[in-house]
């Protein structure tokens, strides 16, 4: 018997609940895991509060994320003892995911946890963290220097935002962060933000071409502060967008894009192939700082999980949510 958070759905509506399950229950896979740790990401609030109709298959256990080891594998990469982690994948809305004691999965889905990490840290970076590595993958190979000029990061004092400063500061770039939390402005600089820049200034309906002023955008928040950043990028800048927090409308015209040469990338964490898997997290274990870990992230239990995603998503949350699936 393994402990699991399990979403149901009947005829009264959505049901979230701690649940024992019997290993039987896992679902097809080639890989079995003992999970050590998972996180709670955005999606993950979304499925646990009901928020948005994210879980398409009934009964599911939530989340995203996992790190743990392998026990099983009928699959010719994976053998008992090798430590994965997982992202994305669909895990957690059509499979079974990682907060739960136990793990089911296609061993195709999996990479190696990087020797500089333990499984908390990795989670402590979990799909934010590893999505701020292909954003900042993105710009590099594009050809975006520290030469070039700034980097402005939107939704900064989340995770995807708050790993993308401290990569971006350890690439040499210097680093503008938009944030709606005055208060985290010491966070945000203990990161590697040079520039702390009210989220109002960003949020508005702005005009289509602005005063160039950055060399390369991550952006985590769409609709009008995505705009804004697009209108504000300099001549053949670039922009990786990546998330949707203010909206997934996008309200710009293409005149930067074709005056100034701006382009737009579009970073999916879910179903990047392997090879860009790997190398995001080869940047994580080479640039991203241990130590910078622990001020991302808090640790919480299994049990506190489904409190803890209704508080993350009503705002109330800074960094990244680590949970002990075994406490």
């Known amino acids: 018997m393994f402990s699991a958070i399990v979403i149901d759905k ?3 509506g959505q049901t979230v609940t701690l649940q024992q399950l019997d290993e039987s229950q896992l679902p097809e896979g080639d890989v079995t895991i003992d999970v050590a740790y998972s996180t709670l990401n955005y999606k993950d609030g979304l499925a646990i509060t009901g928020s948005s109709p994210v879980v398409r298959k009934f009964p599911m256990v939530p989340g995203i994320d996992l790190a743990g080891t ?14 994965v982690v997982l992202n994305g994948w669909g895990v957690g809305e059509v499979h079974w995911g990682g907060l739960a004691q136990k793990a089911r999965l296609n061993g195709d889905w999996l990479v190696p946890l990087p020797s500089a990490f333990t499984p908390k840290q990795a989670m402590a970076i979990g799909t934010a963290g590893y999505t701020a590595a292909l954003c900042v ?17 939107t939704g900064a004092t989340g995770g995807v935002g708050s790993v993308a400063i401290a990569l971006l500061k ?4 210097s680093v503008a962060a938009v944030t709606g939390k005055p208060s985290e402005a010491d966070y945000l600089t203990g990161l590697g933000a040079d520039k702390i820049i009210d989220r109002a200034e960003m949020s508005e309906k702005g005009k289509p071409m602005q005063k ?4 390369g ?3 985590t928040v769409g609709s009008f502060t995505l705009a804004n950043a697009i209108a504000q990028t300099k001549y053949c800048g670039a922009v990786a967008a990546c998330g949707l927090a203010q909206g997934a409308d996008l309200p710009a015209t293409v005149m930067p894009f074709i005056l100034r040469g701006v382009s737009l990338l579009g ?7 392997k090879a860009p898997r790997l190398k995001a997290w080869d940047r994580l274990a080479r640039d991203l700082d241990p130590a910078a870990l622990e001020t991302i992230g808090q640790e919480i239990g299994l049990s506190d999980a489904i409190d803890a995603a209704k508080k993350f998503m009503s705002g109330e949350v800074r960094g990244r949510y680590i949970v002990d699936v075994n406490r």
């Not at 970073?267 to 192939?273: G, H, K």
């Open 137 to 153: 993958d993105a710009l590099v190979d594009w050809g975006i220097t520290p030469d070039n000029g700034e980097i402005l990061v």
């Open 217 to 219: 955008v991550v952006d």
């Open 212 to 215: 160039e002023l950055w060399a």
């Open 170 to 173: 350890k690439a040499g770039f």
């Open 70 to 83: 392998v026990t099983e594998s009928s699959h010719p990469e994976w053998k008992a003892g090798d430590v």
């Open 267 to 273: 970073i999916d964490s879910v179903m990047a192939p």
């Open 10 to 12: 009947n005829d009264d």
